[in-house]
């Protein structure tokens, strides 16, 4: 597999479109399935780990979008490699720590992304920019439709589709919107949110997804329950929920830039000045920056770069995307160097 193709194409995603995308960055679906007749990976042997995934990578050749597919076995990738899709959120930080019995399948755009062998059998993935649930459920399901006609599923017409962990069984509907909110962590409510979320059973997670931190200021929220609920109902409740962020997000950008413009608008310059003249920055650091450089364009602050531009390096800076734009290891301080003398090259 040659990663250079996907190393030097920016996702759709990253493109910073799709509604609400000052605030939203991407929406993401995901289905857990399982194939009958094979034993859960919980107690599978590597033997039959190793026939789930030749099973599934068969069964991919006859579905009607395969041409579209790129597939990775994930024995034949380095460990940078593996991190780079991580980075790229294609596949799980558990799934990149790989054998010789997981792969994953990614469409040329980037949209789409199928785990072998991750926690489940398979799982799912539709990613796309903005808010974007209606066109997101449409897409999956069709995937999930065109699939399930060479694929025999797990499904009980009492439990609905069986999978690894209690929480996913039903309708195994995960949906994940990566949300950016700097200005309710400026003004200190970020808290408030989170709590409210976690009340009405709201998972909140980082970056990278789960056990991950908030960096940037950047938070993915997802449903935690699916059992007992139809897909349009876990829709529906996300469809409730965000609006009501993007709002409180809106607002607290208006009136931080009315009550306290001189700071905010200094704060976000001197960000913007860090960036473009600094000669070694963390990655920690530069997410920081970034963060506010992105508040910076939407409140108007900053108008001689993009959202674009912007969200690309969010990705193109971590870690394994540097290294593999260096086409060579970095040692971490040599990766700051790299990191540095990238975001000046675009932003300059």
């Given at each position: 597999m040659n990663m250079d193709k996907l190393t030097n194409q920016v996702s759709d995603?990253?493109?910073g479109s799709g509604p609400d995308a000052d605030i939203i960055i991407s929406t993401r679906l995901r289905l857990a399935r399982n194939i009958r007749g094979f034993v859960f990976l919980s107690y599978a042997?590597?033997?039959?780990?190793?026939?789930?995934?030749?099973?599934?990578?068969?069964?991919?050749?006859?579905?009607?979008?395969?041409?579209?597919?790129?597939?990775?076995?994930?024995?034949?990738?380095s460990l940078i490699d593996r991190q780079f899709l991580v980075e790229r959120h294609l596949i799980s930080q558990d799934h990149a720590k790989a054998s010789s019995y997981r792969a994953v399948a990614v469409e040329r755009k980037e949209t789409l992304s199928i785990m072998v062998n991750e926690e489940d059998h398979l799982r799912l993935q539709v990613i796309l920019?903005?808010?974007?649930?209606?066109?997101?459920?449409?897409?999956?399901?069709?995937?999930?439709?065109?699939?399930?006609?060479?694929?025999?599923?797990?499904?009980?017409?009492?439990?609905?589709?069986?999978?690894?962990?209690?929480?996913?069984?039903?309708?195994?509907?995960?949906?994940s919107v990566m949300l950016h909110l700097p200005a309710l962590a400026i003004a200190r409510q970020i808290d408030k949110v989170l709590n409210a979320l976690s009340r009405i059973k709201f998972a909140v997670r980082g970056f990278y997804g789960e056990g991950t931190q908030a960096l940037g200021d950047f938070y993915q929220i997802s449903n935690q329950v699916t059992l007992g609920k139809s897909e349009q109902e876990i829709i529906n409740e996300m469809q409730n929920v965000i609006p009501?962020?993007?709002k409180f997000e809106r607002?607290?950008?208006?009136?931080?830039?009315?009550?306290?413009?001189?700071?905010?608008?200094?704060?976000?310059?001197?960000?913007?000045?860090?960036?473009?003249?600094a000669e070694t920055i963390t990655s920690e650091e530069t997410m920081k920056h970034l963060s506010l450089i992105r508040l910076g364009i939407n409140m108007n602050?900053?108008?001689?770069?993009?959202?674009?531009?912007i969200n690309e390096l969010f990705i193109y800076t971590q870690?394994?995307?540097?290294?593999?734009?260096?086409?060579?290891?970095?040692?971490?301080?040599?990766?700051d160097i790299a990191r540095a003398?990238?975001?000046?090259?675009?932003l300059n």
């Open positions: 995603w990253l493109k042997l590597a033997k039959q780990r190793i026939e789930i995934e030749s099973f599934v990578h068969e069964k991919l050749k006859k579905v009607p979008f395969h041409d579209k597919l790129i597939y990775i076995q994930m024995k034949d990738l920019a903005g808010f974007q649930l209606a066109d997101g459920w449409k897409e999956i399901n069709k995937i999930d439709t065109q699939m399930e006609k060479y694929i025999p599923y797990a499904f009980s017409p009492q439990f609905g589709y069986l999978t690894a962990c209690p929480t996913n069984v039903g309708t195994a509907l995960r949906i009501e962020i993007i607002n607290w950008r208006e009136k931080l830039l009315d009550d306290n413009n001189k700071k905010l608008k200094d704060s976000i310059m001197r960000a913007y000045g860090i960036l473009r003249h602050v900053i108008k001689d770069t993009t959202l674009k531009k870690p394994a995307h540097l290294q593999k734009i260096s086409k060579r290891e970095l040692a971490p301080s040599l990766r003398k990238y975001i000046k090259a675009h």
